[in-house]
């Protein structure tokens, strides 16, 4: 599907826990941007897979699973559905589910569509993601590579989830990084023409101040 008639679209991509969340919703209320955060649709994939017992690396049954969660929820779209709360679709099972969820090229395809649909019908967005400005948005008007090193992104999630233990969530964070990475379809890698930021030694304020600089230069205007 072409990505014709989107006016405004900001890319951020990067592995778990690199920040995408905290500054994407900075920059939409600094540039008045709806948000989408796209990773959580693959958790819902995976939540009901679980709730279901449904294998999730049986892509037949994965994939029948999709289209009937988006049937179900066609008049509310599967990726705003206000069904899930956000602590049932961040549970350890689901952080585990959810990468070979995301392998599934079908899947992907789906969930492809759902964002285009999805930006299609707005003026300007902001969407966080793995792919979306490599294979989603390749045209975005401004692209962001968020990262920094697995260590301080373990440590920041642990500050945010005071019930999370530092090994289990590096742990996490590392296999993540490699299935994200490894995977056939839609690897995670920065855009050629992406702002790579490693905000491994730099403060949220100063990561935002060259986002935000990035998005003015791209004649986003801030929001009064
Ligand atoms: O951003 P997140 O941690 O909630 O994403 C959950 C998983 O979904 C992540 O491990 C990889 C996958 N994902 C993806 O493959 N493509 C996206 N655009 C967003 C997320």
């Known amino acids: 599907m072409p990505e014709q008639g989107f006016a405004t679209v900001v890319a951020v991509d ?13 920059l939409a209320r600094s540039f008045d941007l709806r948000y989408l955060e796209s990773g959580r649709t693959y958790r819902i994939i995976a939540f009901e897979a679980l709730q279901r017992e449904i294998p999730v ?39 585990v589910a959810v990468s070979t969820v995301a392998k599934i090229a079908e899947v992907r395809q789906r969930v ?27 045209a975005a008007t401004v692209k962001f590579y968020l990262t920094a090193r697995p260590e301080i992104r373990a ?38 023409d992406a702002i790579r930021i490693d905000t491994s030694e730099l403060s949220l304020v100063e990561v935002l101040s060259r986002m935000s600089s990035a998005c003015r230069n791209r004649g986003l205007e801030i929001n009064r």
């Open 57 to 95: 690396d049986n892509t037949g049954k994965i994939t029948g699973l999709c289209d009937e969660l988006i049937t179900e929820s066609r008049s509310e779209s599967l990726l705003t559905s206000e069904r899930y709360a956000p602590e049932k679709l961040r549970a350890a099972p689901v952080n």
């Open 155 to 192: 440590m920041r999630r642990v500050r945010q989830e005071r019930a999370a233990s530092y090994e289990n969530v590096l742990n996490d964070v590392i296999r993540r990084d490699a299935a994200d990475m490894s995977r056939t379809v839609s690897p995670l890698v920065a855009a050629e």
């Open 112 to 138: 492809t569509s759902l964002i285009r649909l999805w930006a299609g019908a707005q003026t300007r967005c902001v969407i966080e993601g793995r792919d979306i400005g490599t294979a989603i948005f390749p």
């Open 14 to 26: 990067g592995p778990a826990a690199a920040g995408k969340t905290t500054t994407c919703l900075a």
